[in-house]
Protein backbone atom coordinates (compact mmCIF):
# COMPACT_ATOMS: atom_id res chain seq x y z
CA UNK A 1 0.00 0.00 0.00
CA UNK A 2 1.14 3.71 -0.97
CA UNK A 3 0.91 6.08 1.84
CA UNK A 4 1.13 9.88 1.63
CA UNK A 5 1.76 12.68 4.21
CA UNK A 6 1.85 16.47 4.72
CA UNK A 7 2.59 17.93 7.77
CA UNK A 8 1.80 21.20 7.10
CA UNK A 9 -2.22 22.14 7.37
CA UNK A 10 -1.14 25.74 6.29
CA UNK A 11 1.94 27.36 5.24
CA UNK A 12 1.72 31.41 5.09
CA UNK A 13 4.57 33.28 2.54
CA UNK A 14 4.85 36.74 1.10
CA UNK A 15 4.60 37.43 -2.12
CA UNK A 16 7.69 37.31 -4.16
CA UNK A 17 9.58 34.77 -1.58
CA UNK A 18 10.30 31.51 -1.77
CA UNK A 19 8.23 28.46 -0.09
CA UNK A 20 8.85 24.75 0.41
CA UNK A 21 5.99 22.42 1.19
CA UNK A 22 7.03 19.11 2.72
CA UNK A 23 5.62 15.50 1.37
CA UNK A 24 6.90 12.30 2.72
CA UNK A 25 5.69 8.79 1.08
CA UNK A 26 5.79 5.21 2.45
CA UNK A 27 5.59 2.07 -1.05
CA UNK A 28 6.93 -0.72 -1.58
CA UNK A 29 7.03 -0.66 -4.75
CA UNK A 30 10.58 -0.26 -6.68
CA UNK A 31 8.79 2.00 -9.39
CA UNK A 32 6.76 4.92 -8.35
CA UNK A 33 5.83 8.40 -9.53
CA UNK A 34 5.34 11.67 -7.34
CA UNK A 35 2.92 14.51 -7.87
CA UNK A 36 2.21 17.71 -7.05
CA UNK A 37 -1.13 19.11 -7.38
CA UNK A 38 -2.66 22.64 -6.85
CA UNK A 39 -6.44 22.96 -5.67
CA UNK A 40 -7.95 26.67 -6.19
CA UNK A 41 -11.11 28.12 -4.37
CA UNK A 42 -12.84 26.73 -7.89
CA UNK A 43 -12.18 22.63 -6.75
CA UNK A 44 -10.29 21.92 -10.01
CA UNK A 45 -7.08 20.00 -9.53
CA UNK A 46 -4.48 21.12 -11.17
CA UNK A 47 -1.10 19.26 -12.02
CA UNK A 48 2.12 20.98 -11.55
CA UNK A 49 4.82 18.61 -11.66
CA UNK A 50 5.94 15.21 -11.48
CA UNK A 51 8.96 12.71 -10.40
CA UNK A 52 9.59 9.52 -11.25
CA UNK A 53 11.57 7.23 -8.85
CA UNK A 54 14.39 6.42 -11.44
CA UNK A 55 14.96 10.02 -12.12
CA UNK A 56 18.36 11.26 -11.37
CA UNK A 57 17.85 14.87 -11.43
CA UNK A 58 14.92 16.62 -9.33
CA UNK A 59 11.81 17.73 -12.03
CA UNK A 60 11.74 21.66 -12.39
CA UNK A 61 8.24 23.47 -14.01
CA UNK A 62 8.65 27.27 -14.26
CA UNK A 63 8.52 28.78 -10.72
CA UNK A 64 8.30 24.87 -9.09
CA UNK A 65 10.84 22.67 -8.72
CA UNK A 66 10.29 18.91 -6.65
CA UNK A 67 13.08 18.02 -4.00
CA UNK A 68 13.23 14.47 -4.42
CA UNK A 69 15.73 12.94 -1.81
CA UNK A 70 14.55 9.24 -2.33
CA UNK A 71 16.64 7.96 0.85
CA UNK A 72 14.52 9.82 2.94
CA UNK A 73 11.11 9.19 1.11
CA UNK A 74 10.92 13.15 0.52
CA UNK A 75 9.33 14.82 -2.11
CA UNK A 76 9.09 18.52 -1.03
CA UNK A 77 7.72 21.20 -3.23
CA UNK A 78 9.18 24.27 -3.84
CA UNK A 79 7.93 27.67 -5.20
CA UNK A 80 9.76 30.39 -5.95
CA UNK A 81 8.76 34.24 -6.12
CA UNK A 82 5.28 32.91 -4.68
CA UNK A 83 2.58 34.89 -6.13
CA UNK A 84 -0.90 36.17 -4.64
CA UNK A 85 -2.33 33.42 -7.46
CA UNK A 86 -0.38 30.99 -5.88
CA UNK A 87 -2.88 30.81 -2.71
CA UNK A 88 -4.66 26.95 -2.68
CA UNK A 89 -4.41 23.65 -1.36
CA UNK A 90 -1.73 21.47 -2.78
CA UNK A 91 -1.47 17.89 -2.78
CA UNK A 92 1.28 15.55 -3.12
CA UNK A 93 0.52 12.19 -4.62
CA UNK A 94 1.90 9.26 -5.97
CA UNK A 95 1.39 6.54 -8.30
CA UNK A 96 2.40 3.12 -8.78
CA UNK A 97 4.77 2.56 -12.01
CA UNK A 98 4.42 1.08 -14.50
CA UNK A 99 0.88 0.23 -13.65
CA UNK A 100 -2.07 2.45 -14.33
CA UNK A 101 -1.85 5.50 -12.86
CA UNK A 102 -4.55 5.62 -9.86
CA UNK A 103 -3.46 8.64 -7.56
CA UNK A 104 -3.07 8.31 -3.94
CA UNK A 105 -3.06 11.46 -2.19
CA UNK A 106 -1.87 13.31 0.78
CA UNK A 107 -4.73 15.95 3.20
CA UNK A 108 -2.64 18.61 1.63
CA UNK A 109 -1.59 22.10 2.73
CA UNK A 110 -3.14 25.32 2.20
CA UNK A 111 -1.28 27.85 1.02
CA UNK A 112 -1.63 31.75 1.58
CA UNK A 113 0.75 34.20 0.03
CA UNK A 114 -0.24 37.89 1.14
CA UNK A 115 1.26 40.72 -0.30
CA UNK B 1 -14.85 22.06 -24.96
CA UNK B 2 -10.63 20.75 -24.03
CA UNK B 3 -11.42 19.76 -20.61
CA UNK B 4 -13.20 17.28 -18.59
CA UNK B 5 -16.62 18.10 -17.83
CA UNK B 6 -18.71 17.22 -15.35
CA UNK B 7 -22.45 17.77 -14.17
CA UNK B 8 -24.00 18.60 -12.59
CA UNK B 9 -21.64 21.10 -10.54
CA UNK B 10 -23.36 20.49 -7.53
CA UNK B 11 -26.22 18.12 -6.28
CA UNK B 12 -28.43 18.40 -2.91
CA UNK B 13 -30.93 15.22 -2.60
CA UNK B 14 -32.49 13.77 0.45
CA UNK B 15 -31.12 11.04 2.33
CA UNK B 16 -32.00 7.27 0.29
CA UNK B 17 -32.76 8.96 -3.03
CA UNK B 18 -30.47 8.07 -6.02
CA UNK B 19 -27.93 9.70 -8.06
CA UNK B 20 -25.97 9.69 -10.82
CA UNK B 21 -23.10 12.31 -11.78
CA UNK B 22 -22.19 12.58 -15.00
CA UNK B 23 -18.74 12.58 -16.40
CA UNK B 24 -17.30 13.87 -20.10
CA UNK B 25 -13.48 12.95 -20.32
CA UNK B 26 -11.25 14.94 -22.66
CA UNK B 27 -11.84 13.41 -26.59
CA UNK B 28 -9.64 10.92 -27.11
CA UNK B 29 -8.95 9.80 -23.72
CA UNK B 30 -8.92 5.92 -23.07
CA UNK B 31 -8.36 6.46 -19.41
CA UNK B 32 -10.95 7.69 -16.38
CA UNK B 33 -10.60 7.86 -12.96
CA UNK B 34 -13.40 8.77 -10.45
CA UNK B 35 -11.99 9.95 -6.85
CA UNK B 36 -14.25 11.38 -3.66
CA UNK B 37 -13.13 14.11 -1.91
CA UNK B 38 -14.25 14.60 1.65
CA UNK B 39 -14.12 17.98 3.84
CA UNK B 40 -10.81 18.55 4.79
CA UNK B 41 -9.15 15.23 2.74
CA UNK B 42 -7.06 14.58 -0.32
CA UNK B 43 -9.14 12.81 -3.32
CA UNK B 44 -9.50 8.89 -2.34
CA UNK B 45 -9.59 6.83 -5.43
CA UNK B 46 -13.31 4.98 -6.52
CA UNK B 47 -12.32 3.55 -9.77
CA UNK B 48 -10.82 3.35 -12.83
CA UNK B 49 -11.70 2.57 -16.37
CA UNK B 50 -9.79 1.55 -19.53
CA UNK B 51 -12.07 1.72 -22.30
CA UNK B 52 -15.29 0.70 -21.55
CA UNK B 53 -14.45 -1.83 -18.48
CA UNK B 54 -13.71 -0.94 -15.52
CA UNK B 55 -9.98 -1.82 -14.46
CA UNK B 56 -10.58 -1.13 -10.89
CA UNK B 57 -13.46 -1.06 -8.23
CA UNK B 58 -11.52 -1.67 -5.27
CA UNK B 59 -12.21 1.78 -3.77
CA UNK B 60 -15.70 1.85 -3.86
CA UNK B 61 -16.90 1.87 -0.77
CA UNK B 62 -19.58 -0.85 -0.86
CA UNK B 63 -22.09 -2.15 -3.00
CA UNK B 64 -23.95 1.30 -3.75
CA UNK B 65 -21.78 2.93 -5.62
CA UNK B 66 -21.68 2.00 -9.07
CA UNK B 67 -20.44 3.40 -12.23
CA UNK B 68 -20.24 2.54 -16.20
CA UNK B 69 -18.89 3.84 -19.23
CA UNK B 70 -21.05 2.06 -21.89
CA UNK B 71 -19.01 3.53 -25.04
CA UNK B 72 -15.61 4.19 -23.50
CA UNK B 73 -15.99 8.13 -23.51
CA UNK B 74 -18.73 9.31 -20.99
CA UNK B 75 -18.89 7.97 -17.41
CA UNK B 76 -21.55 7.91 -15.14
CA UNK B 77 -21.62 7.29 -11.07
CA UNK B 78 -24.46 5.88 -9.88
CA UNK B 79 -25.06 5.92 -5.72
CA UNK B 80 -28.28 4.43 -4.87
CA UNK B 81 -29.86 4.89 -1.09
CA UNK B 82 -27.75 7.48 -0.43
CA UNK B 83 -26.56 8.44 3.24
CA UNK B 84 -25.33 11.38 4.61
CA UNK B 85 -21.78 10.08 4.88
CA UNK B 86 -22.07 10.47 0.86
CA UNK B 87 -21.91 13.81 0.82
CA UNK B 88 -18.42 15.24 -0.90
CA UNK B 89 -17.32 16.49 -4.07
CA UNK B 90 -16.75 13.63 -6.79
CA UNK B 91 -14.08 14.53 -9.19
CA UNK B 92 -13.08 13.05 -12.08
CA UNK B 93 -10.29 12.98 -14.29
CA UNK B 94 -8.94 11.48 -17.37
CA UNK B 95 -5.70 10.63 -19.43
CA UNK B 96 -4.57 8.88 -22.25
CA UNK B 97 -3.37 5.74 -21.20
CA UNK B 98 -0.40 6.11 -17.99
CA UNK B 99 0.06 10.03 -18.79
CA UNK B 100 -0.86 12.90 -16.84
CA UNK B 101 -4.54 12.70 -14.98
CA UNK B 102 -6.83 15.51 -16.24
CA UNK B 103 -8.92 16.55 -13.44
CA UNK B 104 -12.72 18.07 -14.19
CA UNK B 105 -14.19 20.49 -11.79
CA UNK B 106 -15.78 18.08 -9.75
CA UNK B 107 -19.59 17.85 -8.69
CA UNK B 108 -20.56 18.37 -4.69
CA UNK B 109 -23.00 16.21 -3.60
CA UNK B 110 -25.02 17.14 -0.60
CA UNK B 111 -27.11 14.56 0.93
CA UNK B 112 -29.49 15.73 3.72
Known amino acids: AQKITQTQPGMFVQEKEAVTLDCTYD???????LFWYKQPSSGEMIFLIY??????QNATEGRYSLNFQKARKSANLVISASQLGDSAMYFC????????????FGKGTMLLVSP | GAGVSQTPSNKVTEKGKYVELRCDPISGHTALYWYRQSLGQGPEFLIY????????DSGLPNDRFFAVRPEGSVSTLKIQRTERGDSAVYLCASSLGRDEQFFGPGTRLTVL
Open chain 2, 49 to 56: FQGTGAAD
Open chain 1, 51 to 56: QGSYDE
Open chain 1, 93 to 104: AMTQVPLYSTLT
Open chain 1, 27 to 33: TSDQSYG
